[in-house]
């Protein structure tokens, strides 16, 4: 095994309003479970840490995503992140495999301090939206394919047949417009196994955190992972005699889990359809159902204490818990740590643009891909264009010459130039129009201008995307905060806010594994 060492400095974001240098250490080898990417991280001269003050509890989130594993340890009182763990992934292979993450999840935990481990009290973990998979219930192993990852679509893998049969039935159950009737939905995934093979009596549904989440409880226990839900701190006993695991209701909405009443459907667990083909055509059998499918949780709330496998393999606190978690996307939302007040929103600008505005009115549009995610009282709803930095790159611009002309670049004034600039042909928001072709031309001579026309072409389509949430009665929009690559560019926030003609800046801290531990404090006690 090589390994390569890379030490640089990072800036780590706190919520007192300042950041604290530190010096990271990371280390990448061969394999994601053999690879482990550590930074330790202290407190500024003046403010005391958890490690210190042992008055304090610590909280944990852990984000899956899709290029690696990463974990954040964040303390209590301040709010301020104490140290950060990452083990990547190097293929998509490893991304989706189960294995990998229960290794990772040992590395992650393992790699804090073991001070630090003393003091979690809260711990919550979160993946990619829709990834999912069948797990067998007497041994905890994974059945079928594995895992049917987030972008798995029934039309892509399984063909037009397999398709169309998932399709209609899910329509004939479903109300019209729900996000389940997506292609890569929970439910499609579900649907289209039942149709390869009937599901056997022992398999239940689990999305990638519920899995992960008991691996966690059960300290890397395969066996005993199935039996998470048994260990519920809340909720109806007489549902808790049979393996099952826990969610959440962030990644329970693809799987058609009613949001608003907070209940699955009866057009999910009653006699519907889809009922019928995940019950082998046997009616009646809608509890059968049930108990295949994941209890769901308020994202943040108490389910249970860890096992005790858990707390010494790991020197966990007596105390630690885990609690309901939560998907990438909305977990990075979190991290941004505005607050939760109806019209507050954040643009992620990367690779795509995709933006998330907190409304105190619920809207979808399954056409255009805008659903809305509840969040406490309030509703994340979202919606994401094929428009997005991947077009910069596409026509040649590095970052070094991105920097320099952004300098140059004023954004007090617009581009003559109208660009619609997509990478290729296709939109699905704000407008869904398959065939709609990218517009960079007329191209001008000067690349300064050519980007000024790119920039602001980009920042047009997330204005039009907020105008269309607007228009189906979102909350409208009071304040943006800026995530991904694209937030770095001061000139181009200006432009933005001059565009959206609200506050506009970059925010705070962006990473899914942030907003986890944030959600983590959420009901923690105050410390003995």
Same mark, same amino acid.
């Given at each position: 095994?090589?390994?390569l ?11 007192l ?8 250490l990371?280390?990448a ?12 991280? #202290? ?6 840490s958890s490690?210190s003050a ?19 340890l964040?303390?209590?009182?301040s709010r ?8 990547p992934f ?14 990772a999840l ?9 001070n630090?481990?003393?003091r979690?009290?809260?711990l ?6 829709a990834?999912?998979?069948?797990v067998?219930?007497?041994s905890?192993?994974?059945?079928r394919?594995?895992v049917?990852?987030? =972008?798995?679509?029934v039309?892509?893998?399984g ?6 049969q ?8 479903a109300? +019209?417009?729900h ?8 439910l499609?995934?579900l649907?289209?196994?039942?149709i390869?093979?009937?599901l ?9 955190a519920d ?8 300290g890397?226990?395969a066996?005993?992972?199935p039996?998470?839900?048994?260990h519920?701190a809340m909720?109806p006993?007489?549902l808790?005699?049979?393996p ?9 909405l693809?799987l ?7 209940v699955y ?13 995940l019950?082998?055509?046997r009616k009646g +059998?809608? +509890?059968?159902?049930?108990d ?5 949780e308020?994202?943040?709330?108490l ?6 496998t ?8 007596? +105390?630690?818990s885990?609690?309901?978690?939560? #998907? ?21 600008l990367?690779?795509?643009l995709?933006i ?6 619920r809207?979808?549009d ?6 809305s ?13 094929n ?10 611009f590095s970052?070094?010459?991105l920097a ?5 670049l =004023? ?19 704000p ?6 072709v990218?517009v ?6 000067s ?10 072409g980009?920042?047009?389509?997330e ?5 269309a949430?607007?228009?189906l ?7 943006v905060a ?8 001061a000139?181009? #926030?200006t ?5 959206l003609?609200v506050?506009?800046?970059q925010?705070?801290?962006?990473e ?5 531990a944030?959600?983590a ?8």
């Amino acid at each position: 095994v090589v390994l390569l060492v890379l030490v640089g400095w990072s800036l780590v974001p706190c919520s007192l309003g300042f950041k604290v240098p530190v010096l990271g250490l990371h280390v990448a080898a061969g394999g994601a479970a053999a690879s482990r990417a550590f930074t330790v991280e #202290t407190a500024p001269a003046g403010v005391s840490s958890s490690m210190s003050a042992p008055s304090a509890w610590l909280a944990v989130g852990l984000d899956f995503g899709t290029s690696g594993a990463r974990a954040c340890l964040v303390d209590q009182g301040s709010r301020c992140i104490l140290e950060t763990n990452e083990v990547p992934f190097s293929s998509r292979d490893e991304a989706s495999n189960p294995q990998i993450w229960s290794e990772a999840l040992d590395d992650l935990i393992g790699g804090f301090s073991r001070n630090a481990r003393g003091r979690v009290a809260r711990l919550a973990v979160g993946g990619t939206s829709a990834s999912c998979l069948l797990v067998d219930s007497a041994s905890g192993k994974p059945t079928r394919d594995g895992v049917r990852m987030y =972008d798995w679509s029934v039309a892509d893998y399984g063909g037009s047949a397999l398709a169309d049969q998932v399709s209609t039935l899910i329509q004939e159950s479903a109300p +019209q417009s729900h996000t389940a009737l997506a292609s890569t939905s929970t439910l499609s995934k579900l649907v289209a196994w039942a149709i390869e093979e009937p599901l056997r009596d022992t398999e239940i549904l689990a999305h990638q955190a519920d899995f992960i989440m008991a691996h966690l409880w059960a300290g890397r226990e395969a066996e005993q992972a199935p039996w998470m839900a048994s260990h519920l701190a809340m909720g109806p006993l007489e549902l808790r005699q049979r393996p099952g695991f826990v969610s959440d209701y962030h990644n329970s909405l693809k799987l058609g889990f009613d949001v608003q009443d907070l209940v699955y459907p009866e057009w999910l667990v009653g006699d519907s359809p889809v009922v019928q083909i995940l019950t082998g055509a046997r009616k009646g +059998q809608g +509890q059968s159902i049930r108990d295949r499918l994941p209890v769901v949780e308020r994202p943040g709330s108490l389910v249970s204490r860890l096992s005790s496998t858990a707390i010494r393999r790991w020197g966990l606190h007596s +105390q630690a818990s885990v609690v309901a978690g939560s #998907t990438d996307s909305i977990s990075a939302f979190l991290a941004a740590d505005l607050p939760l007040i109806p019209g507050n929103a954040v643009t992620s600008l990367g690779s795509t643009l995709a933006i998330k505005l907190l409304s105190d009115v619920r809207v979808d549009d399954a056409s255009r891909g805008i659903y809305s995610h509840r969040l406490d009282d309030l509703w994340l709803v979202g919606g994401a264009s094929n428009v997005g930095c991947a077009v910069l790159r596409a026509e040649g611009f590095s970052n070094q010459e991105l920097a320099s002309l952004s300098e140059e670049l =004023d954004p007090s004034f617009s581009s003559p130039l109208r660009y619609y600039p997509l990478t290729k042909v296709g939109e699905r928001f704000p407008v869904n129009d398959p065939g709609k072709v990218p517009v960079l031309e007329p191209k001008p001579a000067s690349r300064l201008a050519y980007l000024h026309a790119i920039l602001e072409g980009i920042a047009r389509v997330e204005k039009e995307g907020y105008h269309a949430l607007a228009d189906l009665g979102a909350s409208h929009l009071r304040q943006v905060a800026t995530a991904g690559g694209g937030s770095a560019n001061a000139v181009w #926030t200006t432009m933005r806010q001059r565009s959206l003609g609200v506050p506009t800046e970059q925010a705070a801290e962006t990473e899914a594994a942030y907003g986890l531990a944030l959600l983590a404090l959420r009901d923690m006690p105050p410390a003995p």
